[in-house]
């Protein structure tokens, strides 16, 4: 059994690139690759292969309190999660870049709540189908923001996002999802986030295109154009969502 895989520490300006993690004997426990505290650096060409659904443990990758990051043409499948971000010792993950990977049969997906992150062009196959959410986004620091543009999410679960985030997909499909396609929730202290859809499609979800999810009457902050929804069992909007 072993801990953490491939790590680094307060580095600047690396690159981590063609590293091959198989773990389909489960036996990790630690997070496959991190970066911790690291600024300017490259991470391309690995594969991460873990166990599946079972699979007990941590990121893929794990972007710790790291900054000014780039994450391209990567692999990671059977993970826990394919990719995390957070805090370390009060510096946030910030400034990163995730772009054309492929993530797949993973049973969580990222949690999101600081920085600024932009994802593009990823392949989003079967991941948080067991854990019931493909990417949540939250704010956990102010000024946070989060973008995806070109990114597919096929057979995963519902993409939510809660508190203040702000979140905007452009040019993004969502195909044959276990549940709904995009979730606005409420939080606890009564933040609504704020949803931009533009372009793209919401087809062949098992439950609504696009839903809301709270335990008291709210109105989220939605902004849709352009976008094709369709063929989803729940029906293209539910309950409180709505277009301004």
């Not at 990758?61 to 391209?72: A, E, M, P, Q, T």
């Not at 849709?224 to 029906?235: M, P």
């Amino acid at each position: 059994v072993f801990g953490e895989g491939l790590q680094l520490i307060e580095v600047k300006n690396f690159a981590m690139v063609g590293c091959i993690m198989d773990d389909t004997g489960n036996t990790s426990r630690g997070d496959y690759l991190e970066t911790s505290n690291c600024q300017e650096g490259i991470i391309s060409g690995n594969h991460v292969i873990g166990s599946g659904t079972n699979n007990l443990a941590g990121s893929g990758l794990d972007l710790f309190g790291s900054k000014r990051v780039v994450v391209s043409g990567n692999v990671f499948k059977g993970c826990s999660d394919p990719i995390g971000f957070a805090s370390n010792a009060g510096t946030i993950v910030d400034e990163i870049t995730v772009s054309g990977n492929v993530f797949s049969n993973c049973r969580g997906g990222p949690i999101i709540g600081e920085g600024k992150i932009t994802f593009a062009g990823n392949h989003w196959k079967g991941v948080g189908v067991a854990a019931g959410y493909c990417v949540q986004t939250q704010q956990t620091v102010a000024g946070a923001r989060f973008t995806f543009t070109g990114d597919t999410f096929d057979g995963c679960a519902s993409n939510t996002h809660s508190g203040s985030s702000i979140t905007t997909y452009t040019g993004c499909n969502f195909l044959n999802g276990t549940s709904h396609g995009i979730v606005l929730s409420r939080d606890g202290s009564g933040n609504i986030p704020t949803v931009r859809w533009y372009g793209g499609s919401i087809n062949g979800c098992a439950g609504a295109g696009i839903a809301t999810s709270s335990g008291v009457a709210f109105s989220p902050v939605f902004f849709g154009r352009g976008g094709h929804l369709a063929g989803n069992t729940g029906g293209a909007i539910s309950h409180a969502a709505r277009g301004d």
